[in-house]
């Protein structure tokens, strides 16, 4: 976990100092695509090697579709409290 | 993007369960947990480069905030309880909740923390969230406020789901949910591994 952390710590102190010229910015883009697209595979390779995730897809495709609902349904209620709350009034 | 994300990972799922032998997929884990920190520095330079995010910050008033605050605290309560309703630990179900839609991520940090079914879930999970917001945020927009129509949108609303925020609301809105958006971006990489770790 903290390979992670320490990695886009350091991400960001390049980000913020611009050590990357300005026009050079998008392949930083381009290498993110290219990095999530072999992660991807790799995880699909992972995926298609494991039997027990091929057989157990649909119930893995219900209860994702319950977290989406349950995390959704709250960030709305919750944000439309709060909006109603604090941040409406001093729009208008 | 979109295309091609399904399209690796469609190709991935093929390969692994028709052509490649059990040695080669057993060596992909090194390769991969490289490959995520890599593509995590990544994610950090564009987060740092986006300074021009807190000057959008300051005009918009810093309360703005709150949208973001708002969405966490709604996506942990909301994992909590469909991870209650499945009987999964506590830090799975707050891991998957903190992809706050961004897939592709979510997907591969908690395949390479956890284990690739979990990293599973939190790609679908993540997809149908995404799905949702397009569905919602035009009903959202007219029936509740603007504010709320970016709510399920969470990390995408910066990208993926600002087009439809923008049809559905106004200006000052696209702008509340760019920073939002860029909010939750930078929030996904640290949460996601800090509730994975946390241990009860």
Not at chain 2, 175 to 182: E, L, M, Q, Y
């Amino acid at each position: 976990m903290w390979m992670i952390l320490i990695s886009l710590a350091i991400g960001v102190v390049i980000g913020l100092l611009k050590f990357i010229p300005e026009k050079h910015m998008k392949y930083n883009a381009k290498f993110q695509q290219i990095g999530v697209i072999l992660l991807l595979f790799s995880m699909g390779v992972s995926i298609g090697a494991n039997k027990e995730i091929i057989y157990n897809l649909k119930d893995m495709g219900i209860q994702s579709a319950v977290f989406a609902v349950m995390t959704s349904l709250f960030s709305i209620f919750i944000v439309f409290v709060v909006s109603k709350k604090f941040l409406e009034g001093n729009r208008q | 993007m979109t295309y091609i994300i399904l399209g690796a990972l469609t190709c991935g799922i093929l390969s692994g369960y028709f052509f490649l032998p059990e040695s080669i997929i057993s060596n992909i884990g090194t390769m991969t947990s490289f490959a995520l920190n890599l593509l995590i520095l990544s994610v950090g330079i564009d987060l740092g480069y986006n300074k021009e995010v807190f000057y959008d910050l300051r005009k918009a008033g810093f309360k703005i905030l709150l949208v973001p605050l708002a969405i966490v605290l709604g996506s942990t309560i909301g994992g909590i309880i469909a991870g209650f309703i499945y009987k999964m630990p506590l830090n799975v179900s707050l891991g998957i909740a903190s992809g706050f839609g961004w897939y592709s991520l979510s997907g591969v940090l908690l395949s390479e923390l956890s284990n690739v079914k979990i990293g599973t879930v939190a790609f679908l999970t993540n997809v149908f969230r995404e799905i949702i917001a397009l569905i919602m945020i035009p009903i959202l927009a007219q029936k509740l406020n603007h504010f709320t129509a970016i709510a399920p949108a969470g990390a995408t609303s910066m990208d993926s789901t600002l087009p439809v925020i923008a049809e559905a609301t106004d200006q000052e809105t696209v702008v509340i949910s760019f920073i939002n958006g860029a909010v939750l971006s930078a929030l996904v990489p640290i949460l996601v591994p800090l509730f994975y770790s946390i241990k009860i």
